[in-house]
């Protein structure tokens, strides 16, 4: 599959009289976007409010951050199984409005949901302090359960990505990347002499708010298979979990994959980029025990050399890690892990729930348990009523002074197992 990606830089969102994209602006007209998002009778209102870097706002409580994209040209429409029909996705010519996010908040549906700070210690920690963020902050309806809630509000986020990626559709972009992924035999016949190395990603689909739809198919209904890299940036892969905020894949992070473009930044250089696995994290053993055999058919079958696995959350899918870990390197494959840790306050604790001596390379995004504190800042996007029972919060963490004490897990990308952000450890 050959795609090629149009960024539009945007410099700036104004919320105003007219929906468009013109001189790097964002121009989003409030009472369009709200005919779009309020479709869902579950939800009763929503407010829009931007969101800068530099700025002294905080937001929160986040679901999730989704970036505008659209089909410029070629098959399938954007999330597809979701908003899009199921048509394969990843080639032809998508246009991503670079610079810009949604960000979904409201009364808090799990209490693993985050915050993004714009400017002061806790912006250091989240990818989202850099990025402009048209932010919906949404009241449901009274009595609505908890997966209903979440469900109402991953559709409104998605529809408001696609609707304003939809604006940028015949704009020129400012810069182009082609993502090209050859065939199996194609690769290997083109790259004879480079190791072909793989990807195997963790989806979390733990069930109780902690899933991820994959062309609209709950994760964890599906044995483990393959997918095209260039899927990924049409967003195939979309959230609708609740873990712990600073290990979240949100849908932004699925959309722009880091060990995907970094695979693909190295292809043909010193290495072959010669497919992706995606997997589930289950709950029961036999689960985990039939998707880990299922990666470890699927490496072997793909012939790769080398496999990057990543997680994505703590404790239970530990054991799905090792596994996939173990496993692939029992035949021969030389395996990188990337996780974060939960090693207490003080560093001093096991990192991970299960380990492993096969698992003896590792990537870390930092430990999520170390604490700090966030300054009151002038605005707040959302509500801080949750900011102590959020994970990573605790009783009486908010001081006399307005700050707030909390664990860098409350943040929003803080240790994200993608490799998405600047901590890690040595």
Same mark, same amino acid.
């Given at each position: 599959?050959?795609?090629?990606?149009?960024?539009?830089?945007?410099?700036?969102?104004?919320?105003?009289?007219?929906?468009?994209?013109?001189?790097?602006?964002? /121009?989003?007209?409030?009472?369009?976007? $709200?005919? !779009?998002?309020?479709?869902?009778?579950?939800?009763?209102?929503?407010?829009?409010?931007?969101?800068?870097?530099?700025?002294?706002?905080?937001?929160?409580?986040?679901?999730?951050?989704?970036?505008?994209?659209?089909?410029?040209?070629?098959?399938?429409?954007?999330?597809?199984?979701?908003?899009?029909?199921?048509?394969?996705?990843? *080639?032809?010519?998508?246009?991503?409005?670079?610079?810009?996010?949604?960000?979904?908040?409201?009364?808090?549906?799990?209490?693993?949901?985050?915050?993004?700070?714009? +400017?002061?210690?806790?912006?250091?920690?989240?990818?989202?302090?850099?990025?402009?963020?048209?932010?919906?902050?949404?009241?449901?309806?009274?009595?609505?359960?908890?997966?209903?809630? $979440?469900?109402?509000?991953?559709?409104?986020?998605?529809?408001?990505?696609?609707?304003?990626?939809?604006?940028?559709?015949?704009?020129?972009?400012?810069?182009?990347?082609? #993502?090209?992924?050859?065939?199996?035999?194609?690769?290997?016949?083109? #790259?004879?002499?480079?190791?072909?190395?793989? /990807?195997?990603?963790?989806?979390?689909?733990?069930?109780?708010?902690?899933?991820?739809?994959?062309?609209? !198919?709950?994760?964890?209904?599906?044995?483990?298979?393959?997918?095209?890299?260039?899927?990924?940036?049409?967003?195939?892969?979309?959230?609708?979990?609740?873990? *712990?905020?600073?290990?979240?894949?949100?849908?932004?992070?699925?959309?722009?994959?880091?060990?995907? +473009?970094?695979?693909?930044?190295?292809?043909?250089?010193?290495?072959?980029?010669?497919?992706?696995?995606?997997?589930?994290?289950?709950? #029961?053993?036999?689960?985990? $025990?039939?998707? *880990?055999?299922?990666?470890?058919?699927?490496?072997?079958?793909?012939?790769?050399?080398?496999?990057?696995?990543?997680?994505?959350?703590?404790?239970?899918?530990?054991?799905?890690?090792?596994?996939?870990?173990?496993?692939?390197?029992?035949?021969?494959?030389?395996? !990188? &892990?990337?996780?974060?840790?939960?090693?207490?306050?003080?560093?001093?604790?096991? *990192?991970?729930?299960?380990?492993?001596?096969?698992?003896?390379?590792?990537? +870390?995004?930092?430990?999520?348990?170390?604490?700090?504190?966030?300054?009151?800042?002038?605005?707040? &996007?959302?509500?801080?009523?949750?900011?102590?029972?959020?994970?990573?919060?605790?009783?009486?963490? =908010?001081?006399?002074?307005?700050?707030? =004490?909390? $664990? &860098?897990?409350? &943040?929003?990308?803080?240790?994200?197992?993608?490799?998405?952000?600047?901590?890690?450890?040595?």
């Amino acid at each position: 599959m050959k795609l090629t990606i149009g960024n539009i830089r945007i410099t700036n969102i104004v919320l105003g009289e007219q929906s468009k994209v013109e001189s790097g602006t964002l /121009y989003v007209n409030p009472k369009e976007l $709200e005919a !779009v998002v309020l479709e869902d009778s579950n939800i009763v209102s929503v407010k829009f409010d931007v969101a800068k870097p530099g700025e002294s706002t905080r937001i929160t409580p986040v679901k999730d951050v989704i970036e505008p994209r659209t089909k410029a040209q070629g098959e399938g429409g954007m999330f597809p199984g979701v908003i899009a029909k199921v048509d394969t996705v990843g *080639s032809g010519v998508t246009h991503v409005l670079k610079g810009a996010a949604v960000v979904t908040v409201g009364k808090i549906v799990g209490f693993q949901e985050g915050i993004i700070d714009m +400017t002061g210690l806790g912006a250091e920690y989240t990818p989202f302090s850099k990025t402009i963020n048209l932010v919906m902050d949404f009241v449901p309806r009274d009595g609505l359960a908890a997966h209903d809630y $979440e469900k109402s509000l991953r559709l409104a986020g998605l529809k408001a990505a696609s609707w304003l990626g939809g604006l940028g559709k015949n704009v020129k972009p400012d810069e182009e990347i082609v #993502y090209d992924f050859s065939s199996v035999t194609e690769g290997i016949k083109k #790259y004879p002499d480079l190791p072909r190395v793989g /990807y195997v990603q963790m989806l979390q689909s733990q069930g109780l708010l902690h899933d991820t739809y994959v062309y609209g !198919v709950d994760m964890k209904q599906s044995l483990t298979t393959m997918i095209c890299p260039t899927e990924v940036f049409d967003g195939a892969i979309i959230s609708g979990n609740c873990v *712990s905020a600073c290990d979240k894949n949100t849908t932004y992070h699925h959309q722009n994959n880091p060990v995907v +473009t970094d695979l693909f930044a190295r292809h043909g250089k010193d290495l072959n980029f010669a497919g992706m696995i995606i997997t589930n994290e289950n709950v #029961y053993l036999a689960d985990k $025990e039939r998707s *880990s055999d299922w990666t470890a058919k699927l490496v072997a079958m793909m012939g790769f050399d080398g496999v990057i696995i990543s997680q994505e959350g703590f404790g239970n899918p530990d054991t799905d890690l090792i596994m996939n870990c173990k496993k692939v390197e029992a035949l021969g494959v030389d395996t !990188v &892990i990337i996780t974060d840790e939960y090693a207490g306050r003080d560093g001093t604790s096991q *990192s991970l729930a299960d380990v492993d001596v096969s698992a003896n390379a590792v990537v +870390t995004g930092g430990n999520a348990n170390q604490v700090i504190t966030l300054p009151k800042l002038d605005k707040v &996007i959302g509500t801080q009523e949750y900011v102590d029972v959020i994970a990573g919060g605790f009783e009486n963490n =908010v001081q006399a002074d307005g700050s707030i =004490v909390v $664990e &860098i897990q409350a &943040i929003i990308g803080a240790t994200n197992e993608m490799g998405f952000n600047k901590m890690s450890a040595r």
